[in-house]
């Protein structure tokens, strides 16, 4: 800021001073029992002009500096402003500061929703190519038709997978909270896997409560099939999965456990990391992308759900779905 510009911001103050010293030497002049020269109202009257001049160039060289760092600042606006020396730039500094940590923030969350979406992207199409490569390998060979139609809810997964991933940071235009039956829910989730139910002939045991949950139907469903995914992929022939309901201080709990091959000690803690596929995912050899139980998490912590996962190796997994009891909704 140059020193014609400092003046012009503060034109009133000095109009003011000019105004009010103008007035005391014309009533102190009008007076007839104060007797003063000409040249002395005229003398005091400069003097305080000079006053006003030498206060206002004080003023601006001591602010000068604070001005310098404004400019200089919107070149670099990772690192906080300082060098505040009054209470109004201590002002102005601590909401300069708060908007640019504020975008600061904003910027680094858009950088990082745009690298996981990179990231996904890349390994979903690495995914999505071996049930095509099945499927075009069928053009050629007699496969069988069931095979087929297991490629075909593999992409269809996929495809779900990719879609409910994109929607995650619009979260809050896609969905409804409204009481949903959770027994219809799960049956269709189940009817959804039935393939692979059939397929490795894992039996299942069903007990769930006929009351009603809050929630929101679409996005729950994903949750519950990417569990019963995992439980029927980590499962051997011949495995079960258990699914059923308890109650806990007013809270329904939805359980889905199975008998496979569980959860290494080590990889307990991790496994609602993004990208993360664990011992099980690598040696196993399944289409393991490790971004399921990571949107698992995301979304019930979206929805206000609770979702904790108990398991020890060669013993199972039991998924436990915590709906709570939220008495101001009804």
């Known amino acids: 800021m140059t020193f014609l510009k400092y003046l012009r911001d503060h034109i009133y103050s000095i109009l003011i001073v000019l105004f009010g010293m103008t007035f005391v030497e014309l009533v102190l002049f009008l007076d007839p029992r104060v007797n003063f020269h000409m040249g002395t109202l005229i003398y005091t009257w400069i003097l305080a002009m000079?006053?006003?001049?030498?206060?206002?160039?004080?003023?601006?060289?001591?602010?000068?500096?604070?001005?310098?760092?404004?400019?200089?600042?919107?070149?670099?606006?990772?690192?906080e402003l300082f060098g505040a020396r009054n209470n109004e730039q201590r002002f102005i500094q601590e909401k300069i500061n708060n908007i640019s940590l504020e975008y600061r923030n904003e910027l680094t969350e858009l950088y990082q929703n745009?690298?996981?979406?990179?990231?996904?992207?890349?390994?979903?199409?690495?995914?999505?190519?071996?049930?095509?490569?099945?499927?075009?390998?069928?053009?050629?060979d007699d496969?069988?038709?069931?095979?087929?139609?297991?490629?075909?809810?593999?992409?269809?997964?996929?495809?779900d997978q990719a879609l409910y991933f994109a929607r995650l940071n619009n979260f809050s235009n896609d969905y409804l909270i409204q009481e949903q039956d959770l027994n219809d829910i799960v049956?269709?989730?189940?009817?959804?896997?039935?393939?692979?139910?059939?397929?490795?002939?894992?039996?299942?045991?069903?007990?769930?409560?006929?009351?009603?949950?809050?929630?929101?139907?679409?996005?729950?469903?994903?949750?519950?099939?990417?569990?019963?995914?995992?439980?029927?992929?980590?499962?051997?022939?011949?495995?079960?999965?258990d699914i059923f309901t308890t109650t806990a201080d007013n809270n329904i709990e939805l359980h889905i456990k199975d008998n496979g091959i569980g959860i290494s000690n080590q990889d307990i803690s991790r496994i609602f990391n993004k990208g993360f596929t664990g011992t099980n995912g690598r040696k196993s050899g399944s289409k393991s992308t490790g971004m399921g139980l990571y949107l698992v998490k995301k979304m019930s912590d979206k929805l206000g759900h609770v979702v904790n996962v108990k398991s020890k190796p060669d013993q199972g997994t039991e998924t436990i779905i915590t709906f709570l009891d939220l008495p101001y909704y009804k």
Do not use: M
């Open 187 to 241: 049956k269709a989730c189940i009817r959804t896997n039935k393939r692979l139910f059939i397929s490795k002939r894992i039996g299942i045991s069903l007990d769930v409560t006929d009351k009603k949950v809050l929630t929101d139907e679409k996005w729950l469903s994903f949750i519950i099939n990417q569990i019963i995914s995992n439980s029927l992929k980590y499962t051997d022939q011949g495995g079960k999965i």
């Open 50 to 79: 000079i006053f006003l001049i030498v206060n206002l160039i004080v003023s601006y060289t001591h602010q000068k500096n604070w001005y310098h760092q404004l400019e200089n600042y919107q070149e670099d606006l990772s690192k």
């Open 143 to 159: 496969l069988d038709p069931y095979l087929i139609a297991e490629e075909l809810d593999q992409i269809d997964y996929l495809v």
């Open 114 to 140: 745009q690298k996981d979406q990179r990231e996904y992207t890349e390994s979903w199409v690495h995914d999505i190519k071996v049930p095509l490569a099945a499927l075009k390998l069928s053009q050629d």
